[in-house]
């Protein structure tokens, strides 16, 4: 699984990287300053230390990224920022890859303290190996506030951990709608707003998706995995009671209906689709410029910089239903797990903490990282500090985030049957119901084979 999800990992996770690029030394939980001032101790409930603190004592903390980042990226995510602020810890790292994936590790028991990824894809390895480890505990006696985070998040992890608390968010993304100014002023057609409803936006789409000049203008697309593993309705792909999948239900019907076959049917889109043997992507937006929008990761314009450089571009909000005003996506965030085996759980909620503080996520979020907090100043100061300070960043906080669907350790391998087949039933080559039928039966023979290893 880690090997896969090293190519669809969250870009919540993926944007750490830019933080030092993004201007910085890596120092971003202090902004360089260091010290008691810089991090806010006795200015946030997050920032008391117990006690007894952790924070001063000599530890030995080892991280291992499930999605497969080298040592390079982890340093620039997370090690360089963690050394500076715990100089008495010494802090190691484990790239997963063949040989050292976390199964792996823990049949050489070879112990590791922190692994990290987006929170779809940190529960197969993590409960399926075993190291598992309620965290509700540490969280009380460090202090750490928990009706400072966005709530769907905190709700959707204790679903994953039926009550207990196997991980926290460190930072957060969610879907938005970019588009390319560029094919709207060649075409004479208003850009979109924040607050379009779906059937708004497919009406705009109608007017871009037209031949001018010789080139086959689109008007709309989006990912499929990002978009229904968010999705809006909140509909998870296997029922957490039964562990059966949903995909027979009403629900998927009106979510690829709305996202996909709305346009997905046009002639043009369909031509394209069976060119390209899949759905047009942000390529098509930004190298080709034939299409217009497209729904992905709000942090693509960090983690695609080459792509976007090469567009006049900007965003507003998801598109939303018209019988659920305001409901965005589901949130995406970036997780941090404490194992069972971690030699110092104490220090391990300490980074937790640190980087948690409103103090960081106050820095990230000047870099483009959305925070996981609540917090209005935190939000306020959204990628100020960035290159591109001037998009419609209000476009991240125009809606609410949908309840964050159940995620089993099996969303990976669902998405993996389900992504090659969506394209020919977005574009009628498949009926709906029979596609749907089609996904339905793989993911059960898909589960029932997993649960016999």
């Not at 750490?16 to 010290?35: M, N, Q, R």
């Not at 499930?66 to 963690?82: P, R, T, V």
């Not at 207990?164 to 968010?169: A, T």
């Not at 574009?427 to 997993?450: C, F, H, P, S, W």
Request: hydrophobic share 35%; net charge neutral; charged share 25%.
């Amino acid at each position: 699984m880690s090997r896969k999800a090293g190519t669809i990992l969250t870009a919540s996770v993926m944007l750490l990287s830019v933080l030092t690029a993004c201007g910085g030394t890596g120092t971003v939980g202090d902004g360089g300053k260091g010290g008691k001032e810089a991090t806010g101790e006795g200015a946030s409930s997050n920032s008391q230390k117990p006690a007894e603190s952790a924070a001063d004592k000599p530890a030995e903390l080892v991280f291992h990224n499930l999605a497969g980042g080298a040592e390079e990226q982890f340093n620039q995510m997370f090690g360089n920022l963690i050394r500076q602020k715990f100089p008495n810890y010494t802090i190691k790292f484990i790239q997963s890859k063949p040989g050292s994936t976390l199964p792996e590790l823990v049949a050489l028991k070879e112990r590791v303290d922190i692994v990290y990824n987006s929170i779809e894809y940190i529960a197969e390895p993590l409960l399926g190996t075993g190291l598992e480890y309620d965290m509700t505990e540490l969280i009380k006696k460090h202090k750490v506030d928990l009706t400072r985070f966005e709530p769907t998040i905190i709700d959707g992890i204790r679903a994953i951990g039926s009550g207990k608390m196997y991980m926290l968010p460190i930072i957060n993304g969610r879907q938005v709608l970019f588009y390319n100014k560029g094919v709207f002023n060649k075409l004479g057609v208003p850009y979109p707003k924040n607050g379009m409803t779906w059937d708004e936006a497919f009406e705009l789409s109608k007017k871009l998706t037209r031949t001018e000049g010789g080139v086959n203008y689109l008007g709309l697309s989006a990912s499929p995995a990002h978009i229904l593993r968010t999705n809006q309705l909140s509909k998870p792909y296997l029922d957490p009671k039964t562990m059966k999948p949903t995909f027979l239900d009403e629900e998927w019907k009106k979510l690829l209906q709305t996202y996909f076959l709305s346009y997905g049917q046009n002639e043009s889109f369909a031509k394209r689709t069976a060119e390209l043997k899949r759905l047009p992507y942000y390529t098509e937006m930004t190298n080709t410029y034939e299409l217009a929008m497209f729904v992905f990761n709000s942090t693509f314009p960090w983690d695609g910089a080459v792509y976007v450089k090469n567009i006049d571009w900007d965003l507003v909000n998801m598109p939303t239903f018209k019988d659920k005003p305001k409901v965005g996506s589901q949130a995406s965030p970036g997780s941090f797990a404490i194992t069972s085996v971690a030699k110092d759980k104490d220090a391990a909620m300490e980074v937790i903490k640190f980087l948690t503080s409103d103090e960081t996520q106050a820095e990230y979020s000047k870099k483009g990282i959305m925070s996981v907090l609540k917090s209005d100043a935190v939000k306020k100061v959204f990628a100020t500090a960035s290159e591109h300070k001037d998009k419609n960043w209000s476009a991240l906080y125009y809606d609410d985030f949908a309840p964050l669907s159940y995620k089993s350790v099996y969303e990976l391998g669902i998405e993996g049957i389900y992504r090659p087949l969506i394209p020919d039933i977005a574009t009628g080559k498949v009926d709906l119901n029979t596609g749907l039928r089609n996904i339905q039966e793989l993911v059960e023979k898909y589960i029932a084979e997993q649960q016999k290893k």
